[in-house]
């Protein structure tokens, strides 16, 4: 089974505060995703990548950078956290036909 | 950009009864996957469905996409406790592989 792995369930930072989010896959998938989820909003996808040190921003990429340095691992870093920002982030990884996702980030900014 | 509709967006059932919700696209669908999440937790992929009049289930769980691979539904027989959660449908973009998801449906089941 594939598994994607996210690194905290759940993180509290303060207003301006830089926050990485980690995501580790391991069936060796190209492409990987950042989404971040919110209450009427549905997931809106933030960064892809479908290569190692490739990125594209996806619908919503203000506020945020991502890394892609191996190939199982993409993080997503918040520069200067904000209130905004405060969401359930998503992570998920793809061979291109489907995704699979990680059990998810709730990260609270105060 | 595709869209997905989902509905109901809320759904509250007794246990035992049935239910199916539904998504549908504006637009042929080259791919469709139902996904389960539990609250405050990630997805976990259900189903995939890619031809038109396809029909898979899992357990009590059926999903249908129809011939003309604009609408795909979710059927859940005998309903438990177990099946709450938010059930997302997500598709295949043309362009890149991206996905677009719809809004979810939150089903609630009264024991």
């Known amino acids: 089974d594939v598994k994607v792995t996210q690194s905290s369930r759940y993180l509290v930072k303060r207003t301006g505060e830089k926050v990485f989010l980690e995501c580790v896959q391991d069936m060796d998938h190209e492409n990987m995703f950042w989404y971040r989820q919110d209450p009427g909003l549905g997931l809106r996808l933030i960064y892809f990548?479908?290569?190692?040190?490739?990125?594209e921003k996806g619908d919503i990429p203000e506020g945020y950078s991502v890394s892609r340095e191996k190939k199982e691992r993409f993080s997503l870093i918040l520069e200067s956290a904000s209130t905004n920002q405060t969401s359930m982030y998503l992570c998920?990884?793809?061979?291109?036909?489907?995704?699979?996702f990680g059990q998810g980030t709730r990260l609270t900014v105060v | 950009s595709q869209e997905l509709e989902q509905s109901p967006q809320s759904l509250i059932v007794q246990e035992g009864k049935n239910l199916t919700i539904n998504c549908t696209s504006s637009?042929?669908?080259?791919?469709l996957y139902w996904y389960k999440q539990k609250y405050g937790e990630g997805l976990i992929f259900l189903m995939m469905l890619q031809k038109g009049g396809e029909e898979k289930s899992h357990e009590k769980i059926t999903a249908k996409l129809d011939e003309k691979k604009q609408q795909s539904s979710l059927h859940i027989t005998a309903s438990q406790p177990s099946h709450a959660g938010i059930y997302l449908c997500?598709?295949?973009?043309?362009?890149?592989?991206?996905?677009?998801f719809g809004t979810g449906t939150s089903l609630t089941v009264i024991p």
């Open positions: 998920a990884s793809s061979l291109g036909r489907g995704a699979f």
């Open positions: 637009k042929t669908l080259y791919g």
């Open positions: 990548s479908y290569d190692v040190k490739m990125k």
């Open positions: 997500g598709a295949d973009r043309h362009t890149g592989n991206q996905f677009y």
